[in-house]
Nanobody
Framework: QVQLVESGGGLVQPGGSLRLSCAFS????????MGWHRQAPGKQRELVAA???????NYADSVKGRYTISRDNAKNTVYLQMNSLKPEDMAIYYC????????????WGQGTQVTVTA
């Protein structure tokens, strides 16, 4: 069974940076696609960044050039570096994992709050 635990959220001023971490418990971490999603109050959850097992990445247009997703397979951890944060980036951020060949985000973390305010 896979478990995901996020950390690194918090309060930051506009223009600031945060790095989120997601610790993966389970086997064959390197074979999973990993994603970061966010959900703001009153809005649907959206995918902001994804990293597939071969290293390919995808980003939402709203975060391109500001966010970077990466993984450390030795530590079973995926990261989301967020720079130049804006008030509209404020949301609960969730880590997700898609098993090989599943095509679906099967596993989810509990979420971590990111607050961007002056």
């Amino acid at each position: 069974q896979v478990q995901l635990v996020e950390s690194g959220g918090g309060l930051v001023q506009p223009g600031g940076s945060l790095r989120l971490s997601c610790a993966f418990s389970g086997t064959r971490f390197s074979a999973y696609a990993m994603g970061w999603h966010r959900q703001a109050p009153g809005k649907q959850r959206e995918l902001v960044a994804a990293l597939v097992s071969d290293g390919g990445t995808n980003y939402a247009d709203s975060v391109k050039g500001r966010y970077t997703i990466s993984r450390d397979n030795a530590k079973n951890t995926v990261y989301l570096q967020m720079n130049s944060l804006k008030p509209e980036d404020m949301a609960i951020y969730y880590c997700s994992a898609a098993p090989p060949h599943s095509g679906s985000w099967i596993y989810w973390g509990q979420g971590t709050q990111v607050t961007v305010t002056a």
